[in-house]
């Protein structure tokens, strides 16, 4: 397993100095927020671009994948009825795709709770036509396309990992999977998050997942147990990227990102 930050833990630093935190403290990757870069980072010129591969390059890390997808521009969503508003979005996730391959990244998550809400059954219709222009998108871009199940009430649709996979089996591409949130799987599965994991992981319909606490704190920093967890994810086989998804940073970005690698990491060397 290779463990990511998400980079929006310490947007206010220059992202040369998130790479620099984030490799000093042991992380691997960073999975990035187009949002971090500013409300056209969809459409970011290719010297940017460089200039994100060679902070990398420097820091010895990578850029994991991209997440919070369409947290910007403001006015997006995949389920509106308004063509033009839907057509933007979807453009927005396809530079997305395309971004994320430049920037070296293996993987998008499709989280964006607020651009996916749903009130009747066309808007579930359009949203999965979104997702499958994406799907075809990363196909073509050589990454993969995970739709991520989050918990009620922040979102209304697709909350399990049942409901992501019908989608994705629907779909019917390689380049289009789930993935396990601990924070969303812990409030919506039947079972525990490590059976959750026994469960879906083998069916080969999950690439990816994100850790972090049902009180929306680090991985160590809440009553959730990981350990349990990383023994689930060691007996699958899995060894592909667990990013920390914290959405409170106490004290602050950097001492929260240094809290949750030492706690995750003193679990993996037990």
């Known amino acids: ?36 870069f500013g409300d056209d980072a969809w459409r970011m010129p290719a010297s940017k671009r460089g200039d994100i591969r ?30 033009t508003v839907w057509q933007k979005s979807v453009d ?30 066309s808007d579930a219709k359009r949203a999965e036509e979104a997702w499958a222009i994406a799907a075809e998108a990363a196909q073509k871009a050589g990454v993969v396309y ?13 909350n399990t990992l049942a409901e992501a996979s019908a989608v994705v089996q629907r ?15 812990s409030l919506m599965e039947a079972e525990p998050v490590a059976d959750v994991i026994r469960k879906w ?10 850790f972090n606490d049902r009180n929306k704190r680090g991985p160590g920093e809440g009553d959730d147990k990981f350990a349990p967890v990383l023994a689930a994810l060691k007996e699958t086989g899995y060894d ?3 990013a920390m998804e914290p959405f409170i ?9 240094a809290r949750m690698i030492g706690y995750v990491s003193g679990l993996l060397e037990q």
């Not at 990398?56 to 509106?80: D, F, K, M, N, Y």
């Not at 995970?146 to 697709?158: G, K, M, R, T, V």
């Not at 992981?201 to 994100?210: D, E, F, I, S, Y």
């Open 92 to 121: 927005v996730l396809r530079a997305s795709v395309e971004l994320c391959a430049d920037l070296g990244g293996a993987y998008l998550v499709h989280g964006s709770p607020a651009q996916r809400r749903v009130a009747e059954a």
């Open 249 to 257: 940073y106490e004290p602050d970005g950097p001492t929260c990102a």
């Open 146 to 158: 995970c739709l991520e199940p989050l918990a009620q009430p922040d979102c209304n649709f697709i």
């Open 171 to 185: 779909i019917g591409t390689p380049a289009f999977k789930s993935m396990i949130d601990t924070l969303a799987a």
């Open 201 to 210: 992981m083998p069916t080969g319909l999950v690439q990816h997942v994100q």
């Open 54 to 83: 060679s902070a990398c390059r420097a820091a010895g890390i990578e850029v994991s994948g991209l997440h919070w997808l369409l947290a910007a521009p403001v006015g997006l969503s995949i389920t509106t009825s308004d063509r």
């Open 1 to 36: 397993m290779k463990l990511s930050l998400c980079n929006e833990v310490i947007r206010e630093l220059p992202f040369d100095r998130q790479c620099d935190l984030a490799a000093g403290l042991g992380y691997r990757g960073l999975e990035v927020a187009p949002f971090t």
């Open 240 to 242: 592909g990227w667990v």
